[in-house]
C-alpha cells in the first residue's frame, strides 16, 4: 500500500501566514556583509513572477487541486514590474548577486522581457552583471528565447522529467510532448542563453527508468543535466520518502552506464553535487535536499507572486514587503526591514526534516511550490 498526504488545509487559496516586517527605528546603510544567525550570506533571490502555469506537473500541480475553478492570483495583486525592480536593488545592496525568475510558468506573465530588461540594466555591489537566469518548462521557450537573450537573460533553466514521451505527458498532465520541449532547449542553446541546465524530479516507479536514457541524451551537448530529489514542498503533491529515489542511487545507475568522477562546488552554497564524465563529454549534478541537507550553506531567499518574502523553499511564514513597497516606505527604510528579516533568519529544515516537532509546525501550512517558485 503507498501513503498519502492528506492535506489538513485548504490549499486552494493564498492565506498563507505572513507578517508586515517592522521598520527598525534606527536606519543603517547597507553594507554588502548581511548574515543570518548561521552566518550565511544573501546571496540569491528567486523572484516567482507568476502563480499560473500551463502544465499540470502531479509532483506540483496536480489537477484534483489546481483545477478549471481554482482562484489564481488577480492581477493587482502581483507585483508590478516596478516593484520587482525596486526590490532587486534593495537586495543586491546587501549582497545578492543573482536573480532567478520563476513561477508557476514564468513566460506565462504578458511581457516578461521587459522585466528581464530592467533587472538586466542592475549591477551587482562591485559593478559586475548581474547573474540573471530563468527556470521554465519549455512550453514556450523556442518562440521566446531570442527576445529574452536581446533583453538580456544570461541562461535558462528548463524542467524536463522524462524522455519517453509517454511518461512526460502522463507527469506534465496537458498531454505536452517531450519534442516541443526539446525543441525550446534547441532554441535557446543556439541564441546563447548558456550554460543550459535541465532539471529532472526523479519519482520512484513514475520516471526512474528514464534516468540513464536522458543522461545519455544529453551527454556531450554541452548541457547539464541535473537530478532532483522528490521533495516535501506543499501539501498538494502526495509525498512520501518511499517516492524517493536517493541521489547515490541515481550516481550508481548513471555511473554503471557512463562512468563518472566528482567535482567540487562552483561556489559557495551551490545547491547541485557536481559529477564529470570520465571521458570529458560533459558534467551532471544532483540535488539531494532530502538525503544530504545542504542548508548549512544556503544563500537564498525567495519572492512570491505577491511581493511575500521567504526565507526558506519549507518555509510556514513569509514576510509582507510588498506591504511596505505601497506604504510608501523609502528603500532605506525597506532596506533596514530586511536586513532585520535576514539576520535573524535560522532556516534549516531538511537537516530537521525528521524531527516530529519540525513536522508538526510545517502541518499547520505547507506553502505551494507553485506560489514560491523552486
Known amino acids: 500500500m503507498t501513503d498519502t498526504v492528506i492535506p489538513v488545509v485548504d490549499i486552494r487559496d493564498h492565506r498563507y501566514r505572513t507578517t508586515v516586517p517592522a521598520v527598525?527605528?534606527?536606519?543603517?546603510?547597507?553594507?554588502?556583509?548581511?548574515?543570518?544567525?548561521?552566518?550565511r550570506p544573501l546571496r540569491d533571490l528567486r523572484i516567482s513572477v507568476t502563480d499560473r502555469c500551463n502544465f499540470r506537473c502531479v509532483y506540483c500541480m496536480p489537477k484534483d487541486v489546481f483545477d478549471k475553478d481554482y482562484q489564481f492570483l488577480p492581477h493587482s495583486e502581483l507585483l508590478s514590474f516596478e516593484e520587482i525592480e525596486r526590490i532587486v536593488r534593495i537586495a543586491i545592496e546587501h549582497g545578492v548577486e543573482k536573480i532567478r525568475l520563476t513561477g508557476g510558468e514564468p513566460l506565462l506573465r504578458k511581457n516578461i522581457e521587459r522585466l528581464v530588461e530592467m533587472l538586466a540594466k542592475l549591477t551587482t555591489r562591485d559593478g559586475q552583471p548581474l547573474d540573471l537566469t530563468l527556470t521554465t518548462n519549455a512550453s514556450l521557450l523556442a518562440r521566446k528565447a531570442q527576445s529574452l537573450k536581446d533583453a538580456g537573460l544570461t541562461r535558462v533553466s528548463v524542467s524536463l522529467d522524462a524522455l519517453d514521451d509517454a511518461v512526460f505527458k502522463r507527469m506534465n498532465d496537458v498531454d505536452f510532448s517531450v519534442h516541443d520541449v526539446l525543441a525550446g532547449i534547441e532554441t535557446a542553446q543556439r541564441v546563447g542563453l548558456a550554460p543550459l541546465k535541465v532539471n529532472m524530479v526523479v519519482?520512484?516507479?513514475?520516471?526512474?527508468?528514464q534516468i540513464v536514457p536522458l543522461a545519455g541524451h544529453f551527454k556531450g551537448t554541452g548541457i547539464i543535466l541535473r537530478f532532483i530529489e522528490f521533495m516535501d514542498v506543499g501539501a498538494s503533491n502526495g509525498w512520501n520518502m518511499a517516492s524517493v529515489v536517493p541521489s547515490a542511487e541515481v550516481i550508481?545507475?548513471?555511473?554503471?552506464?557512463?562512468?563518472?568522477?566528482s567535482l567540487q562546488p562552483n561556489y559557495l552554497g551551490e545547491t547541485a553535487e557536481r559529477w564529470r564524465y570520465r571521458d570529458g563529454s560533459g558534467e551532471i549534478g544532483v540535488i539531494s535536499s532530502v538525503t544530504q541537507a545542504f542548508c548549512h550553506d544556503c544563500t537564498r531567499a525567495r519572492l512570491s507572486t505577491e511581493g511575500k518574502l521567504y526565507l526558506c523553499l519549507f518555509a510556514t511564514q513569509g514576510y509582507d514587503l510588498r506591504a511596505l513597497l505601497r506604504d510608501g516606505r523609502s528603500d532605506l527604510e525597506i532596506s533596514n526591514a530586511l536586513a532585520a528579516i535576514w539576520r535573524q533568519r535560522s532556516d534549516r529544515y531538511?537537516?530537521?526534516?525528521?524531527?516530529p516537532e519540525t513536522q508538526a509546525a510545517r502541518a499547520a501550512r505547507k506553502i505551494e511550490m507553485s506560489y514560491i517558485g523552486g
Open 24 to 39: 527598525p527605528a534606527r536606519l543603517e546603510m547597507p553594507s554588502g556583509l548581511l548574515a543570518d544567525t548561521r552566518g
Open 203 to 209: 519519482q520512484k516507479g513514475v520516471n526512474d527508468d
Open 252 to 261: 550508481q545507475r548513471i555511473d554503471a552506464a557512463f562512468p563518472l568522477d
Open 350 to 355: 531538511s537537516e530537521l526534516r525528521a524531527d
